[in-house]
T-cell receptor
């Protein structure tokens, strides 16, 4: 079974641009979550999608948005990029059997550098 | 709301020595507890989780953790480490109730195993 796939692996953008990151969950998984990882702030929850609906959202500005498609693939978009958006963006999927105890399966992440 | 404190940002240890990585949490609700490991340039992998029952939880790669409710701790231990255990380790919590697959992570502990 293929794992969680994130593309692209690396991205370099300049301030003010926008960027779209993609995540393909494990086959059969319906929940997709996004996390931002930085040396200063650590791992922070961005949002979670289930059945094409945003189910939960972290404390990030509206420049950060996402969506999920009917095949459970998800994208996240960051508009008007700032230097502080440089980070490793991790996607995680789970089957969602209805319990928050479920194991999350993480992708290798997209490393975004904003110049 | 929950928070997680990992007391040590860096833990160097010699190969075959025992190691303990400390984690304390704070929450106003009941939580599930997790330890994840991140190897260089990879996403996170679940080591173990505590849901209920026995306070001693065994995970993969010879790791175990003990849940201590009175001290709100969930320390990770391994009796004998290998070079391959060099990685960053994250303690995390999630609320038991609700549908949100949201993990709150600690800041991480870099374990470096020295030959």
């Amino acid at each position: 079974k293929a794992g969680v796939t994130q593309t692209p692996r690396y991205l370099i953008k300049t301030r003010g641009q926008q960027v779209t990151l993609s995540c393909s969950p494990i086959s059969g998984h319906r929940s997709v979550s996004w996390y931002q990882q930085t040396p200063g702030q650590g791992l922070q929850f961005l949002f979670e999608y289930f059945s094409e609906t945003q189910r939960n959202k972290g404390n990030f500005p509206g420049r950060f948005s996402g969506r999920q498609f009917s095949n459970s693939r998800s994208e996240m978009n960051v508009s008007t990029l700032e230097l502080g958006d440089s980070a490793l963006y991790l996607c995680a999927s789970s089957f969602d059997g209805g319990s928050t105890s479920e194991k999350l399966f993480f992708g290798s992440g997209t490393q975004l550098s904003v110049l | 709301a929950q928070s997680v404190t990992q007391l040590d940002s860096q833990v160097p240890v010699f190969e075959e020595a025992p190691v303990e990585l400390r984690c304390n949490y704070s929450s106003s609700v009941s939580v599930y507890l997790f330890w994840y490991v991140q190897y260089p340039n990879q996403g996170l992998q679940l080591l173990l989780k505590y849901l209920s029952g026995s306070t001693l939880v065994k995970g993969i790669n010879g790791f175990e953790a003990e849940f201590n409710k009175s001290q709100t701790s969930f320390h990770l231990r391994k009796p004998s480490v290998h070079i391959s255990d060099t990685a960053e380790y994250f303690c995390a919590v999630s609320g038991i109730s609700g549908s949100a697959r949201q993990l709150t992570f600690g800041s991480g502990t870099q374990l470096t195993v020295l030959p």
